[in-house]
DNA sequence: CTATAAACGAGACGGTACGTCCAGTCTTGCT
DNA sequence: AGCAAGACTGGACGTACCGTCTCGTTTATAG
């Protein structure tokens, strides 16, 4: 007889259950490892058990692999900061542009960032749960401020909504990755949002509402 | 006495002078090592050394990292098609946005987008060298098609072109790497230079050009 | 109230009695395991557990080390022959030694007289059991043999008897152990006790007896 | 090409040649951890290193395994005391015998009779190093004095040289490790080299010569 | 008929050592 | 002086057991 039966009637396997003490401190020690500028691929088993304070084995019994833990341990970082609302669509979407400008200038969501920039061709599990974790719900997010800007007639009513959330979040990381000075620009946001609300082309002779 | 005199009157060095040989068969194994899929932390030198048959003091001697080799190696891959210009700017910028989307979708080209993406932080030299190398030379040249139709008035005069190129190549990127489905999508480059040509706010009841 | 009062009068602990048959099945295992070649330091707590289908903590729980637990396991091991006796002191000597032979031939006493060679110095209990189980009852038999041969006038009078013991053991063992062929000699037992019984001198022209 | 030429004409291996300082240290520490007391099955390689300053692929390297490593470290350790000779056949015995025993009383000498009499079966090559490093030296020097004794007729003619070897030196043996009382006796030697030269049986009445 | 109490199997715990692999350095003799 | 070869120290890998520690269950007597 393999499992046991407890007051609840949930079976649960023999012998004494996982730490779940052990569970927090190796995922927390994977955390601020992360946080400290060590990439995924110099991150140590070994390093994470030191300083988790546990053996190797307990780490090896929960994840087959350093990808595994690592998933695992991007998948208890809540998105931190839930896209306020209520304002105009461009308030809103430079609002959330700053959110993302914000995550890449602190320490620990900046970690997140890079793991989840990097090749995600050697980390496919990497890439899929950050997609899951980071990048759906603010596509979400974002989606319903543009639907909501083009029922109320303030955006295009035929407005590709991910294409244009596409050309916000882009340019975002495009700017801060790329842009000729590296130094911190504040009012990055507001003028991506007001490029992309006006469209390269011309207007013709009408004055903005 | 350091220095030899040779007969074009160029000093050089004592003894014996490095192969170009040797050079040369270093940053093809480098390469090709990259092109295999094996990312820049992955790359072991013993590998490459092996690989150039070569010895591994003949790799540190001539670099004292394995970044500086894998800048000097991609330093070696030109930029592998030039934007051909000459038609609307619309067509320019498809055409730019279709070459980034075809280099992500070749093997030795993808390598290096893989690279570039790759943390940065990490990999500091790296990342400069990148934008030396593949982002600063396109920027230029897209650029230099977005002020041609600011002059014939295709665009608007006022465009931030910076900003502009973000957009496009941000948006290029994103798609690429986060899109719902991960296969390709053949018109994406028009999609993405239609929308953000046209803008988010609709136009008031003017008939396009 | 700690103990409880069986019906024989015979106090003993409250709870549940430890198992007789875990008892059994742990020796078992210990000794299946020695008798496969397993010597005293590669045998594991965990394997001797597995083998004999039970919880370490059911072994800890009886003997706080492995050498008491493998001293008990050759304490369970009766000695295999008790010597016969009865014939001329010679006849009994090489016997004695026959059995010693024999036993170094065969499976589980060979693997017993190795654990009792085996250094005695880090496992001092072990050899320490060892005499009082293999090494005493012997010498003891022995002794008897000798000193019958030293009343019968088979022997001489001032014959020392331990050390008479010991010469004839210890070529055996030495014999067995050190002797340039390997292979086993049948004879052995017969050249060694008739040796020491000639002794190195020579005998003054007497005929023997 | 994998070798190269001396000036002395010897071949020799292409690249760096092993040190000979970590030889030294490794077979130093070796000896010393063995000298402390810790037996070949306790023996780690990861504390020879340790002691030796040296990496684990450095011992690696050298010795497959850890009895090829102890069985270099023995070999280096030349028989300590060759038996001083040339008295009477009775003198040089008991000398040979306290050479035995002085050695199982002194720490270095110890731990290598240790080794030696630890499981042969287990350390095959072990057993069979020892066998040619201290047996065969002594064994070739005590039966030197036998045959002197021979043809000087000190000692019976047609003596069994192997056999008289091994009841003088299994009897030190045995009575070293078995002896009722662990404590040194100092006339052991002595009173072993007397026994087995006068034999068991009775002599006829005739004055010893 | 319960309560108490210890032993039971299972297996997780923090560790140590294993033998392998590679990093980056050093040391040969040859070119 | 550069070169290929290969040994050097060092450190992480993933595995096997160590001896200890929970778990829920089982098996006894004591009340």
Redesign the pocket.
């Known amino acids: ?2 499992t ?3 007051a609840e009637g949930v079976a ?8 779940e ?3 927090r ?1 190796i995922i927390e020690a994977t955390l601020e490892l992360l946080g400290e500028g060590i990439g995924v691929s110099e ?5 994470i ?1 030191g300083r ?7 780490i ?3 994840w087959s ?2 990808e595994d833990l690592v998933v695992d341990a991007l998948a208890t970082l809540k998105p931190p900061i839930p896209l306020p609302q209520g304002g105009t669509v461009r308030d809103d979407l430079v609002t959330y542009l700053r959110v993302i400008q914000e995550e890449s200038r602190h320490h620990r969501t900046r970690c997140i960032m890079n793991i989840a920039m990097s090749d995600s061709e050697r980390h496919p599990r990497l890439a899929e749960r950050f997609r899951e974790l980071a990048v759906e719900p603010r596509r979400a997010v974002v989606a319903a401020v543009l639907r909501r800007g083009m029922e109320t007639g303030e955006l295009r009513a035929d407005l590709d909504v991910d294409m244009a959330l596409a050309l916000l979040s882009g340019a975002m990381i495009w700017s801060t990755k790329w842009s000729h000075s590296g130094d911190h620009q504040a009012d990055l946001p507001e003028r991506i949002v007001d490029e992309a609300l006006k469209g390269f082309r011309p207007r013709p002779s009408t004055p903005e509402p």
Chains 1, 2, 3, 4 share one sequence.
Do not use: H
């Not at 649960?12 to 730490?19: D, I, K, V």
């Open positions: 007889m393999k046991q039966q407890t649960r396997p023999a012998g004494r259950p996982r730490s003490k052990a569970d401190s991150l140590s088993i070994e390093s058990a988790a304070g546990v053996g190797k084995t307990t090896y019994r929960r692999n350093k």
